[in-house]
């Protein structure tokens, strides 16, 4: 009797068992390096990882990191929500090539992100020359940084906001439009309360992938140092014991982000 449903069983649930059993090679591969890195680097040697970790060099490191990351973030919300509101709501020749424009630093490598950055922005760059003159600059500079963190994380926040704006039923505006409400009301009370959990979601997804940034900035801004290019330092210096310290710092602040994310943004389940 229990063979029979057993084979029962995995008759009717072979489909899910084989897509979980291929699935999972996936997920194992992220646990297996997780767990790899906090048993080796915190468990079995927390001495080093508190020392390395409570260096004021590291601590000011990583604040700079989120700082410049911060600033790259509120950049791209006050241009990228007109822009987003634009290629949500209105049609126009050309739209798709911008939109396609828009997401090519999530395509393109890092490391030629940062060389199209650099040229623009370097001393003798077409924007960085007319800046010098005024005193200020983007090489070796936490303005160099923000603009690359900029850069790759603005197509993040802009596709968020346009998936926010798109999602909005056409007929609240239309009731509106037919109260009398001018565009800035609509926009300012019903589109933007609408669209906050997308918007603040892309805010998120924003900043955190700033703070991962490391081949974009590398080239502009060796100096000062965000997380990213200290990690990479480190291990050139002094290998996984000075590194790894630092690396698993930024693993636990980034899942901590990932999961104040979901609970801010998970839907409350409806009673019935």
């Given at each position: 009797?229990?063979?029979?449903?057993?084979?029962?069983?995995?008759?009717?649930?072979?489909?899910?068992?084989?897509?979980?059993?291929?699935?999972?090679?996936?997920?194992?591969?992220?646990?297996?390096?997780?767990?790899?890195?906090?048993?080796?680097?915190?468990?079995?040697?927390?001495?080093?990882?508190?020392?390395?970790?409570?260096?004021?060099?590291?601590?000011?490191?990583?604040?700079?990191?989120?700082?410049?990351?911060?600033?790259?973030?509120?950049?791209?919300?006050?241009?990228?929500?007109?822009?987003?509101?634009?290629?949500?709501?209105y049609e126009f020749r050309g739209k798709n090539f911008i939109e396609s424009l828009l997401n090519l630093p999530l395509m393109i490598p890092h490391s030629v992100a940062g060389l199209l950055i650099y040229s623009?922005?370097?001393?003798?760059?077409?924007?960085?020359?007319?800046?010098?003159?005024?005193?200020?600059?983007?090489?070796?500079?936490?303005?160099?940084?923000?603009?690359?963190?900029?850069?790759?994380?603005?197509?993040?926040?802009?596709?968020?906001?346009?998936?926010?704006?798109?999602?909005?039923?056409?007929?609240?505006?239309?009731?509106?439009?037919?109260?009398?409400?001018?565009?800035?009301?609509?926009?300012?009370?019903?589109?933007?309360?609408?669209?906050?959990?997308?918007?603040?979601?892309?805010?998120?997804?924003?900043?955190?992938?700033?703070?991962?940034?490391?081949?974009?900035?590398?080239?502009?801004?060796?100096?000062?140092?965000?997380?990213?290019?200290?990690?990479?330092?480190?291990?050139?210096?002094?290998?996984?014991?000075?590194?790894?310290?630092?690396?698993?710092?930024?693993?636990?602040?980034?899942?901590?982000?990932?999961?104040?994310?979901?609970?801010?943004?998970?839907?409350?389940?409806?009673?019935?």
């Amino acid at each position: 009797m229990k063979v029979r449903k057993m084979e029962r069983f995995l008759k009717s649930h072979i489909f899910f068992i084989i897509f979980s059993i291929l699935g999972s090679a996936l997920l194992f591969l992220i646990i297996l390096a997780l767990l790899d890195m906090f048993i080796s680097h915190l468990v079995l040697n927390l001495e080093n990882f508190l020392s390395v970790i409570s260096e004021l060099y590291v601590i000011r490191t990583i604040l700079l990191t989120f700082y410049a990351s911060l600033i790259a973030t509120l950049i791209a919300i006050f241009f990228g929500i007109p822009l987003a509101y634009i290629l949500a709501k209105y049609e126009f020749r050309g739209k798709n090539f911008i939109e396609s424009l828009l997401n090519l630093p999530l395509m393109i490598p890092h490391s030629v992100a940062g060389l199209l950055i650099y040229s623009l922005f370097m001393r003798n760059g077409l924007i960085g020359a007319p800046f010098r003159q005024i005193g200020v600059l983007f090489e070796d500079h936490i303005f160099g940084i923000i603009v690359a963190l900029l850069f790759v994380s603005m197509p993040i926040f802009i596709n968020s906001a346009t998936d926010g704006f798109k999602s909005v039923d056409p007929h609240l505006e239309r009731v509106a439009y037919s109260l009398g409400a001018k565009n800035r009301h609509v926009f300012y009370k019903i589109m933007l309360p609408l669209t906050k959990r997308s918007l603040f979601t892309g805010s998120i997804m924003c900043w955190a992938r700033g703070i991962s940034e490391f081949g974009a900035v590398i080239l502009i801004a060796y100096y000062p140092m965000i997380a990213p290019v200290l990690v990479y330092y480190r291990f050139n210096t002094e290998g996984l014991e000075g590194s790894a310290p630092i690396a698993l710092l930024l693993i636990i602040i980034c899942f901590g982000i990932f999961l104040l994310l979901y609970f801010l943004t998970k839907k409350p389940r409806k009673r019935i």
